[in-house]
């Protein structure tokens, strides 16, 4: 659904599971940090409010979005997570370097996600202009973040 038709915030409470007893990883890209620091914190929130303990809560950094690849790796590896996100923030700019990053980070999570029994969340937000990331990350559209967080529990409570 496009995010201009659904506030990324917004959900029912009573029909997401409980995170009690869950371990989650979030590793977030220092790029654009004014919109992947309010994106990790929406996550940490939303998690917290769904009953996942602060401490349960794993947060590495990495440079940019790129490395989200490397890090969600390292976490899923480690076999100590429930359930893995990945928080970034990838801006068009003049050159085509926007659509490689993309495409690659795209492809790495993809990938992980195919080849391991870890759920890793696609927070990866790639928009046109600072504006379109800013509403996306605490503004008017709602914050990726707290969509990950809700993906993550359900993923979680899955029986596959």
Sequence with gaps: MATELHNLSEYDPTKVPSGKGKKIGIVYAEWNSDITYALRDGAIATLISNGVKREEITIKSVPGSFELIYGA??????????SIIAIGCVIRGDTPHFDYIC?????????????????????????????????RSGGRLG?????????ALHMMSQEW
């Design 143 to 151: 914050n990726k973040g707290d969509e990950c967080a809700v993906t």
């Design 73 to 82: 790796s390292q976490m899923v590896k480690s076999n100590k997570y429930d």
């Design 103 to 135: 495409e690659g980070v795209t492809a790495g999570l993809s990938k992980l996600n195919v080849e391991y029994n870890t759920p890793v969340i696609f927070g990866l937000i790639t928009t046109n202009n600072l504006q379109q990331a800013q509403e």
